[in-house]
């Protein structure tokens, strides 16, 4: 396995130092390999693909799929037909297996993606092992070698802040760590009051803390009011968008590098944020298109719709042409930082944090704390919670034809009941909307809407 690793970084450096040509001619062959092997392995893609040609090198001859296409046809995905929806669901329902091999050889992981649609992904150990790389390939960005003596100085220690208690990738990988590396690794469950989060990385010191993007925010605020005081070396951030200039805040409040990621549980490795403020995708293992409404190119400069991804790593459950949903901005000319991989920015992704006023002063929640708990409810195919009146919030649910609605309704309105009551805030209302989930502008929906100022 890490022979493996280091291949992969060896080949990622080199394709990397020859530049942009490199890279797309690494993306044609790589897409060219998984295009086969779908075709041949994946009934669905060979249904699909049926009046291909042979030998596909291109993204943009392929028909889009999508989460729901996917899931759908879940059992005909695969190219593995161990691989079923009945085994999935069986391990995703047992909390206890969270970070366990499924199969004995791949890894699973339920998507809180941003369309409030959950879906399974399953991953191969080769995927596994570019994601390893890819992550060590950001690292030696962000990092200088002091930084890295310091992190070896104190031995690793690393702080995870997540949303625990389901499959979701970020809690699997946490598990896995936490499994190598006991107590070096911490985890704290974003579920936790903001005291007790104090004062457990308090205890802890971290030299590398990872905690998503608007808890991230929310921990700078703590450190500034001096109730928080760590010195992390890097805070590596995940899941969400904040306003640029945050990033340089945290870091200031901190005296720490800031990473961040972005990625999706369908590409674990897709992107990491420069010097810049820019993330650079990895090309080299994605093939990833900007896209408009009707999945024609859009040019770098302007906004896309959405974007299609092809993940040229995973064998086991293709991930080709699929809309993410997210919508993203190219950079036309070169980035100033020299690194040659494509430029972006993301919109989709933002941080709704919802602000509840009470007696003991403002209590903020972010967005995966909220949604969790209604996502780990069987039944939920898409879902809202919009914050509708200083203490009043109305959830929104879409709900499979074969559950009882109304016993998913409750389950729901249960477990948002339990998040509000660990921060102090029973006496907010939970009301059950009664029209389906609103859509936004392009077509994305929010599943966390903050109150309108
Ligand atoms: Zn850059």
Request: aromatic share 6%; hydrophobic share 45%; charged share 25%.
């Amino acid at each position: 396995m890490a022979e493996h690793v280091i291949r992969l970084i060896w080949d990622a450096w080199r394709t990397r130092k020859k530049g942009a040509g490199a890279i797309a001619q690494r993306q044609r062959s790589r897409l060219a390999d998984m295009v086969a092997d779908a075709r041949a392995n994946s009934p669905l893609y060979r249904e699909l693909y049926r009046d291909l040609p042979d030998r596909v090198e291109s993204a943009e001859q392929l028909p889009v799929t999508d989460k729901k296409m996917l899931m759908e046809r879940f059992d005909d995905w695969g190219t593995d037909r161990a691989v079923t929806l009945e085994a999935a669901e069986a391990f995703v329902e047992d909390p206890k297996r969270i970070g366990e091999l499924f199969l004995d050889k791949y890894t699973l992981m339920t998507t809180s993606g941003t369309t409030g649609r959950r879906g399974i992904f399953v991953v191969d150990s080769h995927t596994m092992a570019v994601v390893t790389a890819m992550m060590l390939r950001w690292m030696g960005d962000w990092l200088s070698p002091s930084d890295f003596l310091k992190i070896i100085a104190r031995r690793g220690r690393m702080a995870m802040v997540m949303a625990t208690g389901g499959h979701f990738a970020s809690a699997v990988a946490a598990a896995r760590l936490k499994k190598r590396r006991g107590k070096q690794v911490e985890i704290l469950s974003a579920h936790m009051p903001m005291t007790e989060l104090v004062a457990r990385l308090n205890h802890f010191q971290p030299a590398l803390l990872a905690p998503y993007a608007s808890m991230a925010a929310m921990l700078a605020d703590e450190q500034e009011a001096g109730r928080l005081d760590i010195h992390p070396v890097l805070l590596a951030l995940s899941a969400e968008g904040l306003p640029q200039e945050e990033y340089g805040r945290i870091a200031r409040m901190f005296n720490a590098k800031v990473g961040n990621s972005y990625a999706a549980s369908e590409c674990m490795f897709m992107s990491a944020m420069c010097d810049q403020g820019w993330l650079h995708v990895n090309a080299d293992w994605v093939a990833f298109e900007p896209v408009d409404a009707d999945y024609l190119p859009v040019a770098p400069g302007e906004q896309s719709h959405t974007v299609l991804i092809s993940n040229l790593a995973n064998r086991v459950q293709p991930i080709l042409r699929y809309d993410l949903g997210d919508s993203v901005l190219q950079r036309p000319d070169p980035c100033p930082c020299g690194n040659p991989l494509p430029a972006i920015r993301v919109q989709g992704r933002s941080a709704d944090v919802l602000t509840f006023r009470t007696a003991g002063g403002n209590v903020r929640l972010p967005p995966l704390t909220l949604s969790q708990p209604i996502e780990a409810v069987c039944g939920v195919t898409l879902f809202q919670l919009a914050h509708t009146e200083p203490e009043k919030l109305q959830l929104r649910l879409q709900i499979s034809s074969a559950a009882n609605a109304d016993a998913v309704w409750r389950e729901a309105e249960a477990g948002l009941r339990g998040v509000l009551a660990e921060h102090g805030l029973e006496h907010v209302v939970v009301e059950r909307g009664g029209e389906p989930p609103e859509q936004g502008r392009g077509g994305k929906f929010r599943e966390v809407i903050p109150l309108s100022a």
